[in-house]
């Protein structure tokens, strides 16, 4: 039994008519709905055989469909310069949406790059849940509605033009690279047009968009737009900002997770240490401010606090792990045939940390009755909802700027180090420019949750008769209204009575392959003794390790080649597509040498399907290669990995995605957990959580863009890493000869390195800098 | 409070602040160079990687007090000017060229570091290897690291 991917992958549609404004403004301004209805897929509601809800109806699905009641509209403009103009109601955080966006529009406006500009829209509570950064849905989300816009604009500019050339109708006259070409091959740029093309009155249009045939940058290589102040400094985020007297301001964090401060003993001495300006209590430390953030350092190492202890006690990895054990529920696995085998697989993973580079950072300018404040936040109107009720501010007293943030990782969905610097600012009565230290980082911020997996599957002859998976995870804080959007659908789900966590595990977890009887549940633990939140993928990389590592065992029980058992078993093409692609490219199946091996990884989500293959160095010599303060271990040496995203728009920007996904798949399979012990993080730098580093990265990747024709895009800023990942742990297991069971599979090893004091809760600056110049 | 005098990208400057404070953020809150990023405060991440009389430091480990008035401090924002011409460095240029920068945050480190790297291979009259690619320790937690290998070998042709 097969279910029919036909109706949600392919969604073929033809010339495209929408419906949008023509907005009254001084020169041309054209509006549409952020949500137009030809991102919510029909057939959605009904019910699939034997398939898993997310292979119907997914996450992605799920966003667009929320969003749908509550769009508003998004606006875009043409200036007397030719300029245009389109503040993108998301968060920009590497991902490459500005770009992205960027391209779209010039594509369906023929107007050069250049001459778009793409910044961030404030927070704007108008729009509900339709301003939220998640689930890779950005260009899934706005791709029609970006274009309807442009190709409104586009419109009117070929009907002012037609009138200024004495009558003639638009249809006469073609665009081309910034202006409107008559028939004589007259041009006129599009800024001269910009003010005779405004209106007077908002009115309804429709606009035609360009058939996918004419789309010339669409689909294209380009780089990103800010690729020149990235390289010369000039790209600024939250703590490059200039906003007057924001001066530098940390947090002195507690000694305990979540713990909180009774009093501090030393506050007039820290006041007077050099450069410092204010001292102050927040709930989640103590505030100081002063002239550098070096001395903000000092005054959080001096500062002498009365804390009272979290929730978490005396707890380590154990305690959680012994918890998880105890809420997982029982296999059910239905009556088969008595000469079938049984295969039984248990993972376990341990906490990862989702910290970008960029620190936790805000500013923060809190006045008496308003508040501005400066961010990057993935959901700014839940933001702006926490903020004010924090500082006692109705809403719209606050305001909320957000800033491209370095990087997210699932970070930047919450608020915390933005209500920090609200709260501190609005203490000290001064605006702050706030930062964590990277110890807190690790330490106070949040976690991805360890969880475990297991798998049953029973096998008769070569068939998969059944396939249970029970996934039971440390609690997933979903409290930045991220959940919002999902329970708004939830009634519209072909699914139970289930949590948010559990929604949205149904939503991402697809079947991928013919097995018979197939289920894959969620099971969370409740207590909130953790900061957590989900990082880049959620569940899924997790979920698809165990599940492709079994995969690769049900096919070692019944004697079958894990490409060749694969192949035979998945339910859809355009996924059987990328696989046979990566085992072509990567030569499946070639001799390796001994401590070495290959390995595969499939998943499909975000309407996309992706394929990995990765080849790995366990050998003795490279495993025990030496470097300073660091994790070696065995190395991927080559990956390849196929992705059909459905359309793209920007294959520099796609592969770059994959890239880091991979890159993060070999850290969190190899290389990367946090410890608990004995109540807290034992990581608190970069030397110690062991994110992948120059000397882990594979030295051949191949990243290859399916093209499956379908003329919808999916979603790619996560889908890096489960394929990645499934493929990066049965890689190792083909070299090293055992299943890993573990992750990362270094998690048990001794420590390599000596974890820092936890009070104070910053390590000293150093001052041996001048020492290393060589 | 002790007046310090260095150089930063061409310029002498003169800063009034404590001899301890740290290069980094003299440069950062004070002098509003902000291209060096803060990543850890360690001397780990190399996110503030830049460079003193042409050599890579990390001035989040070095106490303004430590420089004298004849330390040249060069920051990315000044490394195009370290070249002859109106142009980008030609590690910047091959940066751009590998559309290497993600969310961009520690790239302003990565590059300068690359171009300390590439000078000390060429002193020793080799090419680029992979295990030197492997000594950089600077983070780039969005994981552009084979770009980051391809832009360093390209630039150092250029270099």
Same mark, same amino acid.
């Given at each position: 039994?097969?279910?029919?991917?036909?109706?949600?992958?392919?969604?073929?549609?033809?010339?495209?008519?929408?419906?949008?404004?023509?907005?009254?403004?001084?020169?041309?301004?054209?509006?549409?709905?952020?949500?137009?209805?030809?991102?919510?897929?029909?057939?959605?509601?009904?019910?699939?055989?034997?398939?898993?809800?997310?292979?119907?109806?997914?996450?992605?699905?799920?966003?667009?469909?929320?969003?749908?009641?509550?769009?508003?509209?998004?606006?875009?403009?043409?200036?007397?310069?030719?300029?245009?103009?389109?503040?993108?109601?998301?968060?920009?955080?590497?991902?490459?949406?500005?770009?992205?966006?960027?391209?779209?529009?010039?594509?369906?406006?023929?107007?050069?790059?250049?001459?778009?500009?793409?910044?961030?829209?404030?927070?704007?509570?108008?729009?509900?849940?339709?301003?939220?950064?998640?689930?890779?849905?950005?260009?899934?989300?706005?791709?029609?509605?970006?274009?309807?816009?442009?190709?409104?604009?586009?419109?009117?500019?070929?009907?002012?033009?037609?009138?200024?050339?004495?009558?003639?109708?638009?249809?006469?006259?073609?665009?081309?690279?910034?202006?409107?070409?008559?028939?004589?091959?007259?041009?006129?740029?599009?800024?001269?047009?910009?003010?005779?093309?405004?209106?007077?009155?908002?009115?309804?249009?429709?606009?035609?968009?360009?058939?996918?045939?004419?789309?010339?940058?669409?689909?294209?290589?380009?780089?990103?737009?800010?690729?020149?102040?990235?390289?010369?400094?000039?790209?600024?985020?939250?703590?490059?900002?200039?906003?007057?007297?924001?001066?530098?301001?940390?947090?002195?964090?507690?000694?305990?997770?979540?713990?909180?401060?009774?009093?501090?003993?030393?506050?007039?001495?820290?006041?007077?240490?050099?450069?410092?300006?204010?001292?102050?209590?927040?709930?989640?430390?103590?505030?100081?401010?002063?002239?550098?953030?070096?001395?903000?350092?000092?005054?959080?190492?001096?500062?002498?606090?009365?804390?009272?202890?979290?929730?978490?006690?005396?707890?380590?990895?154990?305690?959680?792990?012994?918890?998880?054990?105890?809420?997982?529920?029982?296999?059910?696995?239905?009556?088969?045939?008595?000469?079938?085998?049984?295969?039984?697989?248990?993972?376990?993973?341990?906490?990862?940390?989702?910290?970008?580079?960029?620190?936790?950072?805000?500013?923060?300018?809190?006045?008496?009755?308003?508040?501005?404040?400066?961010?990057?936040?993935?959901?700014?109107?839940?933001?702006?909802?926490?903020?004010?009720?924090?500082?006692?501010?109705?809403?719209?007293?606050?305001?909320?700027?957000?800033?491209?943030?370095?990087?997210?990782?699932?970070?930047?969905?919450?608020?915390?180090?933005?209500?920090?610097?609200?709260?501190?600012?609005?203490?000290?009565?001064?605006?702050?420019?706030?930062?964590?230290?990277?110890?807190?980082?690790?330490?106070?911020?949040?976690?991805?949750?360890?969880?475990?997996?297991?798998?049953?599957?029973?096998?008769?002859?070569?068939?998969?008769?059944?396939?249970?998976?029970?996934?039971?995870?440390?609690?997933?804080?979903?409290?930045?209204?991220?959940?919002?959007?999902?329970?708004?659908?939830?009634?519209?789900?072909?699914?139970?009575?289930?949590?948010?966590?559990?929604?949205?595990?149904?939503?991402?977890?697809?079947?991928?392959?013919?097995?018979?009887?197939?289920?894959?549940?969620?099971?969370?633990?409740?207590?909130?003794?953790?900061?957590?939140?989900?990082?880049?993928?959620?569940?899924?990389?997790?979920?698809?390790?165990?599940?492709?590592?079994?995969?690769?065992?049900?096919?070692?029980?019944?004697?079958?080649?894990?490409?060749?058992?694969?192949?035979?078993?998945?339910?859809?093409?355009?996924?059987?597509?990328?696989?046979?692609?990566?085992?072509?490219?990567?030569?499946?199946?070639?001799?390796?040498?001994?401590?070495?091996?290959?390995?595969?990884?499939?998943?499909?989500?975000?309407?996309?399907?992706?394929?990995?293959?990765?080849?790995?160095?366990?050998?003795?010599?490279?495993?025990?290669?030496?470097?300073?303060?660091?994790?070696?271990?065995?190395?991927?040496?080559?990956?390849?990995?196929?992705?059909?995203?459905?359309?793209?728009?920007?294959?520099?920007?796609?592969?770059?995605?994959?890239?880091?996904?991979?890159?993060?798949?070999?850290?969190?399979?190899?290389?990367?957990?946090?410890?608990?012990?004995?109540?807290?993080?034992?990581?608190?730098?970069?030397?110690?959580?062991?994110?992948?580093?120059?000397?882990?990265?594979?030295?051949?990747?191949?990243?290859?863009?399916?093209?499956?024709?379908?003329?919808?895009?999916?979603?790619?800023?996560?889908?890096?890493?489960?394929?990645?990942?499934?493929?990066?742990?049965?890689?190792?297991?083909?070299?090293?000869?055992?299943?890993?069971?573990?992750?990362?599979?270094?998690?048990?090893?001794?420590?390599?390195?000596?974890?820092?004091?936890?009070?104070?809760?910053?390590?000293?600056?150093?001052?041996?800098?001048?020492?290393?110049?060589? | 409070?002790?007046?310090?005098?260095?150089?930063?990208?061409?310029?002498?400057?003169?800063?009034?602040?404590?001899? !301890?404070? =740290?290069?980094?953020?003299?440069?950062?809150? &004070?002098? $509003?160079?902000?291209?060096?990023?803060? +990543?850890? @405060?360690?001397?780990?991440?190399?996110?503030?990687?830049?460079?003193?009389?042409?050599?890579?430091?990390?001035?989040?480990?070095?106490?303004?007090? !430590?420089? =004298?008035?004849?330390?040249?401090?060069?920051? &990315?924002? $000044?490394?195009?000017?370290?070249?002859? +011409?109106? @142009?980008?460095?030609?590690?910047?240029?091959?940066?751009?060229?590998?559309?290497?920068?993600?969310?961009?945050?520690?790239?302003?480190?990565?590059?300068?570091?690359?171009?300390?790297?590439?000078?000390?291979?060429?002193?020793?009259?080799?090419?680029?290897?992979?295990?030197?690619?492997?000594?950089?320790?600077?983070?780039?937690?969005?994981?552009?690291?084979?770009?980051?290998?391809?832009?360093?070998?390209?630039?150092?042709?250029?270099?």
């Amino acid at each position: 039994m097969t279910v029919d991917y036909s109706a949600l992958g392919q969604r073929k549609v033809g010339r495209r008519r929408l419906l949008g404004y023509l907005v009254a403004a001084p020169t041309l301004a054209v509006a549409v709905r952020l949500a137009s209805d030809a991102n919510v897929p029909g057939h959605a509601l009904t019910i699939p055989t034997p398939g898993l809800p997310a292979d119907v109806f997914d996450l992605s699905d799920s966003q667009n469909y929320a969003a749908k009641p509550t769009a508003h509209l998004i606006w875009m403009e043409i200036r007397e310069d030719g300029t245009v103009h389109f503040a993108l109601p998301r968060t920009e955080v590497g991902q490459g949406i500005v770009t992205s966006t960027a391209m779209i529009i010039a594509d369906e406006l023929d107007v050069p790059l250049q001459d778009v500009h793409v910044t961030l829209a404030d927070s704007r509570p108008e729009l509900v849940m339709n301003q939220l950064t998640g689930g890779s849905n950005t260009t899934m989300s706005t791709y029609y509605p970006i274009r309807t816009a442009a190709a409104i604009a586009r419109g009117a500019l070929l009907e002012a033009a037609g009138l200024m050339l004495g009558g003639l109708t638009p249809t006469a006259l073609h665009t081309d690279n910034g202006a409107v070409v008559a028939p004589d091959g007259r041009r006129i740029p599009y800024g001269d047009l910009a003010k005779d093309a405004a209106v007077d009155q908002t009115t309804e249009v429709e606009a035609d968009l360009k058939p996918a045939t004419d789309l010339k940058l669409v689909g294209t290589t380009v780089g990103r737009t800010d690729a020149r102040a990235a390289v010369t400094g000039a790209k600024q985020f939250a703590m490059d900002i200039e906003v007057p007297n924001a001066l530098p301001t940390m947090v002195c964090k507690p000694p305990t997770i979540k713990g909180t401060v009774r009093s501090v003993r030393n506050q007039a001495a820290v006041l007077e240490m050099p450069g410092v300006t204010h001292v102050a209590i927040i709930p989640t430390g103590v505030a100081v401010r002063a002239r550098t953030f070096g001395q903000c350092i000092d005054a959080v190492r001096a500062l002498d606090v009365d804390w009272a202890p979290g929730e978490i006690g005396s707890d380590s990895d154990e305690d959680v792990l012994a918890r998880i054990r105890k809420a997982e529920i029982p296999m059910a696995v239905p009556e088969v045939p008595l000469l079938a085998k049984t295969v039984d697989t248990d993972f376990t993973f341990a906490f990862a940390s989702n910290a970008p580079l960029d620190p936790d950072c805000a500013v923060a300018d809190v006045r008496t009755g308003s508040a501005e404040i400066w961010a990057s936040l993935k959901v700014p109107i839940v933001a702006q909802q926490e903020l004010a009720e924090a500082l006692g501010f109705p809403m719209d007293k606050v305001t909320v700027h957000v800033v491209q943030g370095g990087g997210s990782f699932g970070r930047r969905l919450f608020t915390d180090a933005a209500m920090d610097a609200a709260l501190a600012s609005q203490a000290m009565g001064a605006p702050v420019r706030l930062m964590w230290h990277r110890a807190d980082a690790c330490r106070q911020g949040r976690v991805h949750p360890m969880s475990t997996s297991r798998v049953r599957a029973t096998v008769l002859g070569n068939d998969v008769l059944t396939y249970e998976q029970r996934h039971t995870s440390g609690r997933t804080d979903f409290g930045h209204g991220f959940g919002d959007i999902i329970t708004a659908s939830a009634a519209k789900l072909p699914v139970g009575d289930y949590s948010i966590s559990q929604f949205i595990y149904l939503l991402t977890t697809g079947a991928h392959y013919n097995f018979g009887a197939t289920t894959s549940l969620l099971d969370e633990l409740t207590d909130r003794k953790l900061n957590t939140g989900a990082m880049r993928n959620i569940y899924s990389p997790n979920v698809a390790v165990a599940r492709e590592l079994t995969v690769d065992k049900i096919a070692r029980t019944i004697g079958k080649d894990p490409y060749q058992f694969r192949r035979g078993h998945i339910r859809n093409d355009r996924l059987r597509t990328v696989l046979d692609r990566v085992a072509e490219a990567g030569r499946w199946g070639r001799s390796m040498p001994r401590h070495h091996g290959q390995g595969l990884g499939i998943h499909s989500e975000y309407h996309g399907h992706s394929a990995c293959l990765v080849e790995i160095d366990a050998s003795p010599a490279t495993v025990n290669r030496d470097v300073r303060k660091a994790v070696t271990g065995p190395r991927v040496t080559k990956v390849v990995f196929a992705v059909d995203v459905g359309l793209v728009i920007n294959r520099s920007g796609l592969k770059a995605q994959m890239m880091g996904g991979i890159m993060d798949a070999i850290a969190i399979v190899l290389t990367s957990s946090l410890h608990l012990k004995d109540g807290n993080f034992l990581e608190a730098s970069w030397d110690n959580y062991a994110y992948t580093r120059q000397w882990n990265v594979p030295f051949d990747i191949e990243i290859h863009l399916v093209d499956s024709g379908i003329e919808e895009p999916g979603g790619a800023g996560e889908f890096g890493v489960p394929a990645a990942a499934a493929a990066v742990a049965n890689a190792y297991w083909a070299a090293t000869g055992n299943m890993p069971t573990h992750f990362p599979v270094n998690h048990s090893a001794p420590l390599h390195y000596e974890p820092y004091p936890y009070n104070p809760p910053v390590p000293p600056s150093p001052t041996s800098g001048l020492d290393h110049v060589k | 409070m002790p007046t310090h005098t260095f150089r930063v990208n061409g310029e002498t400057v003169r800063v009034d602040v404590e001899n !301890d404070v =740290r290069l980094l953020w003299v440069l950062r809150d &004070i002098l $509003g160079v902000r291209g060096p990023k803060y +990543g850890c @405060g360690i001397n780990v991440c190399k996110a503030c990687t830049s460079h003193i009389n042409g050599k890579a430091f990390n001035p989040c480990a070095v106490p303004v007090g !430590d420089l =004298r008035p004849e330390d040249e401090v060069t920051t &990315i924002e $000044g490394l195009a000017d370290t070249v002859e +011409g109106d @142009g980008l460095h030609p590690m910047q240029d091959a940066w751009i060229e590998h559309d290497v920068a993600q969310c961009g945050y520690c790239q302003p480190g990565q590059i300068m570091a690359a171009v300390d790297l590439v000078r000390r291979v060429k002193e020793e009259g080799r090419a680029i290897s992979d295990a030197d690619l492997d000594t950089l320790r600077n983070i780039c937690r969005c994981g552009t690291y084979p770009r980051i290998r391809d832009a360093i070998r390209s630039g150092s042709e250029k270099m």
